[in-house]
């Protein structure tokens, strides 16, 4: 299995990322680039936004919110990037010193959250950071809810989560530690790494192993696949029994991986 495969593979020194030169503008990572074709081939929608709703309890200040919100965009690069289209035609990076931030508020007043939430999603001009927006909607005196939406190329799941931690540390007054790197230091090393032989053989084997037609993923769905992507998405939510739960995490200890890779 993949197992087997990883252990006759050879090993590749460990090399930590190291920040990069500053530059006008910079490399996107791969995924960065993919997003971007794909949100051009998308003009003005929102397939590629990442929204969250956070329900806030109690008495809010909004100084030490908008605070906390500057300090995370002055902290996080991500946060101040935009992208643009080079003399050649690629997609690079422009990281900015200052960006315009206004933490948006609101009152919820005949809407349901879910209006409300709906009607703060909006499309986001690549071209123009920040590619973040906040929002305070007032449900009551002691009810908010804290609307957040990024864009998918400068965040995924793990990074928003990351920016909530982080928010409410700097809400409530603590220091955060400095950062070593930033996201664009990451596509700097990949773009270096796209040189080497180690790339280069791997990108021989998987062209090798995709080459020719490539047949269509045959999801067993309860309904035909549409012509047209729609992104319309929904979760389904299910519990593993304690025998099958015990089965995954002995598989991913005996292979040396996570449980999220197993799964």
Same mark, same amino acid.
């Given at each position: 299995g993949l197992a087997a495969v990883i252990r006759e593979g050879t090993d590749s020194p460990y090399e930590a990322i190291k920040p990069a030169e500053k530059q006008e503008t910079y490399p996107v990572s791969s995924?960065?680039?993919?997003?971007?074709?794909?949100?051009? *081939? =998308?003009?003005?929608?929102?397939?590629?936004? &990442?929204?969250?709703?956070?329900? *806030? =309890?109690?008495?809010?200040?909004?100084?030490? &919110?908008?605070?906390?919100?500057?300090?995370?965009?002055?902290?996080?690069?991500?946060l101040r990037t935009a992208f643009e289209q080079d003399e050649g035609g690629d997609p690079v990076q422009r990281i900015h010193d200052e960006v315009p931030f206004t933490l948006q508020t609101t009152v919820l007043g005949e809407r349901t959250e879910q209006e409300a939430a709906a009607a703060f999603i909006k499309p986001f001009d690549l071209s123009q950071a920040p590619l973040f927006r906040a929002q305070i909607v007032k449900v009551s005196d002691e009810r908010h809810l804290l609307l957040v939406d990024m864009h998918h190329i400068i965040s995924d799941g793990v990074s928003v989560n990351i920016l909530i931690q982080e928010f409410g540390e700097l809400y409530n007054n603590r220091k955060l530690p400095a950062l070593r790197i930033q996201y664009k230091d990451y596509a700097v090393w990949q773009e270096g790494f796209k040189t080497g032989d180690a790339y280069k053989t791997q990108e021989a084997y998987w062209l090798k192993q995709l080459e020719g037609e490539l047949p269509v993923?045959?999801?067993?769905?309860?309904?035909?696949?549409?012509?047209?992507?729609?992104?319309?998405?929904?979760?389904v939510s299910f519990t593993l029994d304690q025998e099958v739960a015990s089965g995954l995490h002995k598989l991913a200890r005996e292979n040396g991986s996570t449980l999220y890779m197993v799964l």
């Open positions: 995924a960065q680039k993919r997003i971007y074709v794909l949100q051009q *081939l =998308e003009d003005g929608g929102t397939g590629y936004n &990442m929204p969250a709703v956070l329900e *806030l =309890e109690g008495k809010l200040n909004p100084e030490r &919110m908008d605070r906390a919100f500057q300090e995370l965009i002055k902290r996080h690069e991500s993923l045959d999801l067993p769905a309860d309904h035909a696949r549409p012509p047209v992507r729609s992104f319309a998405g929904d979760k």
